[in-house]
């Protein structure tokens, strides 16, 4: 169903295509699809609690979160307090929770975080290695 967010933005389809090459050969890092418009980040990390979860939003980028392997749980809240202002050259600003809701996002599934969308994720008592494409908001 990725074609449904490509009206969204005309990168969408560039990240989704990334997501069908054969992601197991990438290292951890950033790994550029089209200059600063879509990139991806490439994280394997093992999952933490909920209660060390660091929520996030962004103002730039819409997150495109993609399980490789593992389960990342990852938790979305409209109630929040701001912990750490807005970091413009990297765009994100840290917030505390607690969360709304827990999402399950299974190997080759993925969720999207629009910048208004506070989240937290790599919450797992395993390994986690996912992407995060992130979306240049037009």
Partial sequence: NANIYY???KYFEKAFQFLQTDLSILKPGRHDIDGEN???ILIETDGV???KAVF???KRYIDLHYTI???DRIGW???FSITQEYNEKDDYMFHKGPAL???IINEKYFAIFFPQDVHAATVDSGTIRKIVVK???E
């Fill in 69 to 71: 392997t593992g389960n």
């Fill in 56 to 58: 996030e939003s962004h």
């Fill in 49 to 51: 609690s909920e209660e």
């Fill in 77 to 79: 809240t409209p109630n």
């Fill in 135 to 137: 979306i240049l908001l």
């Fill in 101 to 103: 809701n827990w999402n």
């Fill in 38 to 40: 879509v990139f991806a």
């Fill in 7 to 9: 009206p969204i933005s």
